[in-house]
């Protein structure tokens, strides 16, 4: 049987009159990394606000069978929330440090700051940190506690290529650890590469949960690009073909039906050359959702 890390039950939360999240059901069990995705202002920051006990809740949230907040929640949980601490004449490491010390199961520092590759900054001012910079310091943070359930709200927002290479090979050493995760990012590409579930949160609902591959499912657009020097076609006429595209020897297919469209174009025209099949990806299909949604809106 799965252990269960976070139950929700119909969590409603307002600020004042205006309703944030509105009936939320949530099971998430050990070792999952789910994949929390919406626009801004759809309520993701303020779910984990009330996950870590930040915002009040009643009793139909548990976050390691207990009360979110609890002591022993606050020692299992590692966060990386939006908004980096910086205090005044602080350096890198004496932040860190203190840090250590609020848990009984720290992991060492000198490890962490090697592997984040933070120790020719060490000695730095957090005042002094770039933007991605001290992204890594509070993902240092989060590490520190040896947590078994890490909040990950926009992570990698300001690192560089190298910095958010070393991020998310951190967090597959975290997965091969069994550790639990919830990853907020507007970097759709790097969620779906690391998500066992996502979840979708528009306007304060959940309107979808899954894999990757039965949200793409739902969203069946393949696109097929292809070389053809021949005049004689008619893929348009191809089954499952929603919109064609030429330039001069270069065609790309869309269709609703990927794999019947590639058959019968193989049949028909087998001199084409060049092919490429690629399906929707979670960025595409995220902006779709987000459009149709707009657009019922307006209906």
Do not use: C
């Not at 900054?121 to 890490?150: C, I, W, Y």
């Not at 794999?259 to 779709?288: A, C, G, M, W």
Request: charged share 25%; glycine share 8%; hydrophobic share 40%.
């Amino acid at each position: 049987m799965m252990e269960q890390i976070i139950s929700i039950e119909n969590l409603s939360f307002s600020y004042g009159k205006n309703e944030i999240i509105k009936g939320l059901n949530l099971s998430v069990n050990k070792g999952e990394i789910i994949g929390l995705i919406g626009e801004n202002g759809a309520g993701k920051t303020t779910l984990l606000n009330i996950l870590l006990g930040l915002l009040p809740s009643k009793k139909n949230v548990q976050v390691f069978g207990g009360h979110p907040g609890s002591l022993l929640a606050k020692q299992k949980i590692g966060s990386m929330l939006q908004g980096d601490l910086r205090l005044s004449n602080v350096r890198v490491e004496e932040f860190l440090e203190e840090v250590a010390m609020q848990y009984n199961n720290a992991n060492p520092l000198e490890s962490i700051l090697i592997k984040l590759n933070l120790v020719p900054h060490r000695r730095k001012f957090l005042k002094e940190l770039s933007g991605g910079l001290m992204r890594r310091v509070t993902f240092a943070q989060a590490l520190l506690s040896n947590p078994d359930l890490l909040f990950l709200d926009e992570p990698t927002v300001g690192m560089d290529a190298q910095a958010r290479h070393i991020f998310w090979e951190s967090i597959e050493e975290l997965r091969e650890q069994g550790k639990t995760m919830i990853i907020t990012s507007h970097y759709l590409e790097e969620i779906q590469q690391v998500a066992s579930r996502l979840i979708v949160l528009q306007a304060g609902k959940f309107t979808f949960e899954g894999t990757l591959k039965e949200l793409q499912a739902l969203h069946k657009q393949t696109t097929i690009s292809i070389t053809s020097e021949s005049e004689q076609h008619n893929f348009a006429e191809l089954v499952g073909v929603v919109n064609v595209e030429e330039s001069g020897s270069q065609v790309v297919i869309k269709s609703v039906d990927g794999d019947r469209t590639l058959k019968e174009l193989l049949l028909k025209y087998p001199r084409v050359s060049n092919i490429t099949v690629e399906h929707e990806t979670l960025e595409k299909i995220f902006l779709q959702m987000t459009t149709d949604r707009g657009n019922s809106k307006n209906d």
